[in-house]
């Protein structure tokens, strides 16, 4: 029952940040990231593991959001690969941890997109740069 109360928020959250279409059968995706190798401030994004997506996914959407500083560090897509890794520094869109002064609380969300973009699967992963 969690599952689908926090499957139905998150689907929530995306049609008023931008509508996209979720699929009622929207599995949740287990999702990690490392901050290692990553220097601060800079741009890419961290190396980020991901699976259980399902089998018809064409595309991986990341989106990373830094909660202390309520910062938007950006989105980029991906071909969907099967290898479930996104390596470090791949994604030129999405500008590194930046926190000025406090640890900053990073969220990483990973949508699986369908050939018909809509969402298939969704998951996501806080940590906290510089780690705790």
């Not at 990483?108 to 969704?122: H, M, Q």
Request: hydrophobic letters at 35%; one cysteine or more.
């Amino acid at each position: 029952m969690k599952f689908i109360i926090n499957l139905l928020m998150v689907a929530l959250t995306l049609c008023v940040l931008g509508c996209e279409k979720v699929s009622p059968d929207a599995v949740e995706l287990s999702v990690d990231f490392s901050w290692e190798g990553m220097e601060p401030c800079g741009w890419g994004n961290p190396e980020i593991r991901f699976s259980d997506v399902p089998e018809p996914t064409k595309y991986i959407k990341v989106h990373m959001y830094d909660h202390v500083y309520s910062y938007d560090h950006g989105k980029a897509t991906v071909p969907y690969t099967k290898n479930g890794i996104i390596e470090r520094g791949r994604l030129k869109e999405i500008q590194g941890p930046c926190p000025p002064a406090h640890p900053g609380r990073y969220k990483i969300t990973i949508k699986a997109i369908d050939e018909n973009e809509v969402v298939i699967g969704i998951g996501s992963k806080e940590r906290y740069f510089p780690e705790k």
